[in-house]
């Protein structure tokens, strides 16, 4: 069973940065899109971020300019860099990875990582 392992969550001042990284506890065969997602309290899960195999991106409009997400397809691990951070990012952030052939896909989650922003 493969495992996601999410880290760089904490506690930060609004204006402030942080780095996530989640990486798969063994290799993965052809992951094509790597992404993040959070969850508030009371809250839905929602996009944040999404990353296929060619590198293309995708970003939910509240995190436009502010977050960058990266991979690197050797190491199976995902990135998600987070400036200018804002209380209203407070959330457990979340990756996902989904990928395989067809008959064959699969769909992995972290454990998740909270962020919280203070104002």
């Known amino acids: 069973q493969v495992q996601l392992v999410e880290s760089g969550g904490g506690l930060v001042q609004a204006g402030g940065s942080l780095r996530l990284s989640c990486v798969a506890s063994r290799s993965i065969f052809r992951i094509i899109v790597m992404g993040w997602y959070r969850q508030a309290p009371g809250k839905q899960r929602e996009l944040v971020a999404t990353?296929?195999?060619?590198?293309?991106?995708n970003y939910a409009d509240s995190v436009k300019g502010r977050f960058t997400i990266s991979r690197d397809n050797a190491k199976d691990t995902v990135y998600l860099q987070m400036n200018s951070l804002k209380p209203e990012d407070t959330a457990v952030y979340y990756c996902n990875f989904r990928g395989g052939i067809l008959g064959n896909e699969y769909d992995y989650w972290g454990q998740g990582t909270q962020v919280t922003v203070s104002s």
């Open positions: 990353i296929n195999s060619g590198g293309s991106t």
